[in-house]
């Protein structure tokens, strides 16, 4: 930890490929935190027709800018308050030369403190790069009035892992964190922070991950992780503070059952959500 944190953090997030793969990354809505109507569960290709006028927006691990550019072509997302925040130089000057109209900050999140609250927030494959991302989610969830989206890599059992001795990428720049969240820990710091609608998208297990170091590993985890008990996934989770809720309420999106294994892991993550519900519930007196 402490030779990351050393390094240049800027420089080590501009390698070769960065500049190669990111500006022709695709979104869509499932990965923001709009919503038609915060009451209902939004279909897993919804579009968002609403409008939202006179908003504040953060996107934290803004890359080249493809979220913010996905917003603006919306007439229906005002984006004149808008920050995209991003340690990479070579993100930077491409957001400042591509889209001059709004503001970029070439910053280390890790290191940086927001000392504003905006409407909306979002991040996507960003958080589970930085160091002690726990406390990043502490801090983006503190600073959010309405609504937050996160995309992260995680698990559904076992600490969060946040250790470059257990997993990280490599390119010719360094070493980066690969964190793996566990997402009843970002679920509980929500709650904390009086979210009281959460929605959890289970994107399936994790692809197989290198245990093995020959040369420059780009991804690495270590055989020391126990991969069957953490059930490493992907996880989309919204966040949403719901003034029409009279209690808590912790749930996932519905899923397609493809396997035996998929209908068993899903009613793990259902019956966790269950329990964090009722716990909270039970402490705000609901």
Request: aromatic share 14%.
């Amino acid at each position: 930890m402490k030779n990351y944190l050393e390094k240049d953090i800027k420089n080590l997030w501009s390698f070769s490929k960065y500049s190669k793969h990111y500006p022709d990354v695709t979104w869509d809505w499932r990965n923001l935190p709009f919503s038609n109507d915060i009451n209902k569960i939004d279909d897993f290709n919804f579009k968002v027709e609403r409008n939202f006028k006179n908003i504040s927006i953060l996107e934290i691990g803004s890359s080249m800018g493809q979220g913010y550019n996905f917003l603006k072509n919306k007439n229906n997302i005002d984006v004149s308050n808008y920050l995209g925040i991003d340690v990479s130089k070579v993100a930077y000057d491409y957001c400042i030369k591509k889209y001059p109209e709004t503001k970029w900050l070439n910053t280390n999140f890790s290191e940086h403190n927001l000392n504003t609250n905006f409407d909306y927030t979002f991040e996507r494959h960003s958080v589970h790069h930085m160091p002690f991302p726990l406390l990043q989610y502490e801090k983006i969830l503190k600073n959010t009035n309405i609504a937050f989206t996160t995309t992260f890599r995680g698990c559904i059992h076992g600490e969060t892992i946040s250790d470059l001795n257990l997993a990280f990428f490599e390119n010719e720049t360094g070493k980066y964190f690969m964190n793996i969240i566990n997402f009843s820990d970002v679920i509980m710091i929500a709650l904390n922070n009086n979210f009281n609608d959460i929605i959890v998208d289970w994107r399936g297990l994790h692809e197989e991950i290198n245990s093995e170091i020959n040369g420059l590993t780009e991804m690495f985890l270590s055989k020391d992780v126990d991969r069957e008990k953490y059930l490493i996934s992907r996880f989309i989770i919204y966040f949403r503070k719901n003034p029409s809720l009279n209690k808590i309420k912790v749930r996932m999106k519905k899923k397609i059952i493809y396997s035996l294994k998929n209908f068993r892991i899903i009613n793990k993550i259902k019956n966790q959500l269950k329990g964090i519900e009722h716990i909270y519930n039970f402490k705000v007196g609901l």
